[in-house]
């Protein structure tokens, strides 16, 4: 069984500081996506990442995926009060399966 | 807007009733997903369509739960006999390639 290991669960930090999630897993995973949820919304899509040791950047969120494709960190630098939310990272099994493997998410609060 | 639509976004039902959801992917995407997701919990898979084709089922996916895709656009998820367990966030998403789109969700409340 495949299984998404995030941390921290929850994250609360004051405006300006920087953070890191973490997510890992004993499984490689063919690809990984970062989702940012809203209460009583969908996940949106942060970024995909595809190949080992890769490193993407989407403004202040720096995203990597481990050489061997079972882990992946999101870094936060200068968070701000919109940053709030829960993050979820996702593994994908590889092109036979349709099934996302979701992490138990990391709750973010940035104060003022 | 072009993205994912759910309908409805909210539904209450008491226990016992059916209730079905539909999704509307992106245009292009021959892929349609459906999750489930309880409170403080990560989205959990129950099966997915390629075009018209459903080609995974969770054991998540109870005999109570059908779902059909029938012309490889919209979908729908019915709920036969729903119970309290059943009350969730149904999340549908698509894709074309390696990232899925999810939707805003529709939220059952089982009474």
């Known amino acids: 069984t495949q299984l998404l290991e995030q941390s921290p669960q929850f994250l609360s930090i004051q405006e300006g500081e920087n953070l890191t999630v973490y997510c890992n897993s004993s499984s490689v995973f063919s690809s990984l996506q970062w989702y940012r949820q809203e209460p009583g919304e969908g996940p949106v899509l942060l970024v995909t990442?595809?190949?080992?040791?890769e490193v993407k950047k989407l403004k202040r969120l720096t995203f990597q995926f481990g050489d061997a494709r079972k882990d992946s960190s999101l870094h936060i630098t200068a968070a701000q009060p919109g940053d709030t939310g829960l993050y979820l990272c996702?593994?994908?099994?590889?092109?036979?399966?349709?099934?996302?493997?979701f992490g138990q998410g990391t709750t973010l609060q940035v104060k003022p | 807007d072009t993205g994912v639509s759910q309908d409805p976004r909210h539904k209450i039902t008491k226990r016992g009733q059916n209730v079905t959801f539909r999704c509307d992917p992106i245009?292009?995407?021959?892929?349609l997903y459906w999750y489930r997701q309880t409170l403080g919990q990560g989205p959990e898979f129950l099966t997915y369509f390629q075009n018209e084709a459903q080609l995974e089922k969770s054991r998540l996916l109870s005999d109570r739960f059908s779902a059909e895709r029938p012309k490889g656009s919209f979908s729908t998820l019915e709920i036969q006999r729903t119970e309290q367990g059943d009350s969730a966030m149904y999340l549908c998403a698509s894709s074309l390639g390696t990232s899925r789109y999810f939707g805003p969700g529709t939220r059952l409340t089982v009474l």
């Open positions: 996702a593994g994908a099994g590889g092109s036979n399966t349709g099934k996302l493997i």
């Open positions: 990442v595809v190949t080992g040791g």
């Open positions: 245009s292009e995407h021959n892929r």
